[in-house]
């Protein structure tokens, strides 16, 4: 039996119990809000859908702090506002070592920075905080920072499938482009060759853009597989002066598109890759400023800072809105609508990157946009030494005497080089033709349509030059070699695969990349 209580010990029970009740509520909802988070965000594709769960749950859960939470673009200017600072959130233990979000108390300021998988994105409350309110507001953002974190782990895996699909791709559509390409540029040169004058000028013209559109077949199974280019030394200024005047073509009268003067500077990069990045910017540049009421303008600078070559591209555009800066340089994110792959800036920025440069966009508001392309700078490459000629009296010092009868020397007649023999296997009737034309010049070439004809000749005659397409119908490249490996392993070395997509050589054997140049046959038929 309970002794009797006197009234005040029943308020004082009461009071207790009341106080009780309303902490069992309140840790209750805590929790209730919490399960309800993890669970909306679950089912969002977007960092920035979690961060709206967040900021609600926060306001559900902890009305009396006001919490609000920024995101990336702008919680920098938010926190210097306020003049308050971050510091850096711990990292967790397990083997990700992500940070971990915890509660920083600064004066009436509660910060929880969500890490860096939320890429600067802030949490902001005022008020003293009891440890249990502590404790539920860390767990909020913990399952915010996690449903981030998630979120790019399944981007960066679905954006790996999407290059790996296609780069397979590519490697079927390269062949079927290098083909036609692979005559073009041939003929090409050919005429090259022949013509003088402006119409020289338009073919080389018209062969750089064949040779450009051969690079870009072969840049997106390049970035799917991974592969990085050797650099060399480029005048970084010519290079973005060519771009300019392509660019220019393009754009016509409607924008004005200008480039400062600048010096020679030279830089280490793979040409072809950066000149792709620049022509990419310029073109968006062009794009923008083509809706500028008035005129569009995009102006192009080139100087070196430092240790770096950096180019830069402003054009007067209506700016980048804040909701695309953060995706801007996303692999497939585009806001061209059906007239963008969402791959241009994406492509550039890995291009540039692998040469140990940067591309940033560094300015952008309603005046317009500004981008920057910046790359580790070289020393100029030693200039060539012409011959020096001898001095005009110096023949004379070897001149029969005044008065001396002449010596005539007769003719030594130097023999022509015996012509080597060629023989070209490929399926395409139009690689063969201008094949056989173009090496008909240095060579004897016998041709044939595919491997199983191709293996007759040589076992019949002495080439000195097997050329063989790797992919066709029936018996492949790989087939011409594995048979040779087996039947007459001393004709390998003589063997040079063409191909139009990226492939790993068989031992022993050299391979080129369609489309070949007039120069490449030259020096296959020199070292033959």
């Not at 508001?365 to 200039?383: H, K, Q, R, V």
Request: hydrophobic share 45%.
């Amino acid at each position: 039996v309970l002794p009797p209580l006197h009234d005040d010990e029943i308020g004082e029970l009461g009071a207790v119990i009341e106080a009780m009740h309303g902490g069992l509520a309140h840790d209750a909802k805590l929790v209730a809000v919490s399960a309800e988070l993890a669970r909306d965000v679950g089912a969002v594709q977007e960092a920035e859908q979690v961060l709206e769960l967040l900021a609600e749950a926060l306001t559900r859960a902890h009305p009396i702090h006001g919490w609000r939470v920024i995101g990336p673009a702008d919680a920098g200017a938010a926190l210097a506002a306020a003049d308050l600072a971050l510091t850096p959130a711990p990292r967790r233990a397990a083997t990700d070592g992500a940070p971990t979000p915890t509660l920083q108390v600064a004066g009436d300021a509660l910060l929880v920075p969500l890490g860096d998988d939320a890429d600067g994105a802030v949490a902001i409350g005022h008020g003293p905080i009891s440890d249990v309110d502590r404790r539920s507001v860390e767990v909020l953002c913990r399952t915010a920072a996690a449903a981030i974190r998630s979120l790019s782990l399944v981007a960066a895996a679905t954006l790996n499938d999407k290059l790996a699909l296609i780069g397979r791709m590519s490697a079927s559509v390269a062949h079927e482009m290098n083909n036609p390409l692979a005559y073009v540029t041939l003929n090409l040169n050919l005429l090259d060759e022949q013509t003088t004058g402006p119409g020289q000028e338009l073919v080389r013209a018209t062969l750089n853009g064949v040779n450009r559109l051969a690079r870009i077949v072969s840049d997106l199974s390049r970035a799917a597989r991974g592969e990085a280019d050797a650099p060399g030394v480029e005048d970084l200024g010519a290079l973005v002066a060519d771009e300019v005047r392509v660019a220019r073509a393009r754009s016509g009268s409607t924008v004005e598109l200008s480039m400062a003067p600048t010096a020679a500077l030279w830089v280490r990069c793979e040409r072809g890759r950066v000149a792709q990045a620049v022509l990419n910017l310029l073109v968006n540049a062009l794009d923008a400023a083509a809706t500028t009421p008035g005129g569009g303008r995009v102006e192009v600078s080139v100087r070196c800072d430092g240790a770096r070559g950096v180019v830069t591209i402003r054009d007067n555009g209506p700016g980048v809105p804040p909701a695309v800066r953060r995706r801007l340089f996303d692999a497939f994110f585009t806001t061209k609508g059906q007239h963008g792959t969402g791959l241009g800036l994406y492509l550039s920025r890995q291009f540039v990157e692998r040469q140990g440069g940067a591309l940033e966009l560094v300015a952008t508001d309603a005046t317009g946009t500004t981008f920057e392309l910046s790359l580790p700078t070289a020393a100029a490459p030693a200039e060539v030494t012409p011959a020096i000629s001898p001095p005009a009296d110096a023949a004379l010092a070897d001149a029969p005497p005044s008065g001396a009868p002449a010596v005539v020397v007769p003719p030594v007649a130097i023999a022509a080089p015996p012509r080597r023999r060629v023989l070209v296997i490929d399926d395409e009737p139009q690689i063969v033709r201008i094949l056989e034309r173009a090496l008909g010049r240095y060579a004897d070439v016998t041709t044939a349509g595919n491997v199983t004809d191709g293996l007759a000749a040589a076992h019949a005659h002495p080439f000195a030059l097997i050329l063989c397409d790797w992919n066709m119908p029936t018996l492949t490249g790989g087939d011409l070699v594995a048979d040779l490996q087996r039947t007459a392993p001393e004709l390998l070395p003589r063997v040079v695969i063409m191909s139009g997509a990226p492939l790993d050589p068989p031992a022993g054997v050299r391979v080129v990349a369609k489309p070949l140049q007039l120069a490449q046959l030259r020096e296959l038929i020199d070292a033959a």
